[in-house]
């Protein structure tokens, strides 16, 4: 199995920014596809961003678009979520979620029944 491990989650006041990270545990970190997904409470999980094994293709959520960017560093075993102009509604707990890109395709980077693993996830709050 994969370990991942988020961190920079954190208390932000609207407008400013956080920059999340996923480490994950291994030596075939290129090997998976890497997602963001995040839930509030009382609330499905929603996707954020995906990245594709070489970090070439990325993929947003509508709600986040242009404010929010994922990256990936192969060499460190991490993926990124920088946040931008952040907005209450962001608030939520934030999880990375990893997905083979072994012998298969990847279909539906914005469903989370495709990732194989997840993280504990962090959390993250906006304030008005």
């Known amino acids: 199995q994969v370990q991942l491990v988020e961190s920079g989650g954190g208390l932000v006041q609207a407008a400013g920014s956080l920059r999340l990270s996923c480490a994950a545990s291994?030596?075939?970190?290129?090997?998976?596809?890497m997602g963001w997904f995040r839930q509030a409470p009382g609330k499905e999980r929603e996707f954020v961003a995906a990245?594709?094994?070489?970090?070439?293709?990325?993929y947003y959520g509508d709600s986040v678009k242009g404010r929010f960017t994922i990256s990936r560093d192969n060499a460190k075993n991490t993926v990124y979520l920088q946040m931008n102009s952040l907005k209450p509604e962001d608030t939520a707990v934030y999880y990375c979620?990893?997905?083979?890109?072994?012998?298969?395709?990847?279909?539906?980077?914005?469903?989370?029944?495709?990732?194989?693993?997840w993280g504990q996830g962090t959390q993250v709050t906006v304030s008005s």
């Open positions: 979620a990893a997905d083979s890109a072994l012998f298969k395709r990847w279909t539906t980077p914005r469903s989370a029944y495709e990732y194989d693993y």
């Open positions: 291994g030596r075939t970190f290129s090997n998976y596809h």
């Open positions: 990245i594709n094994w070489s970090g070439n293709i990325t």
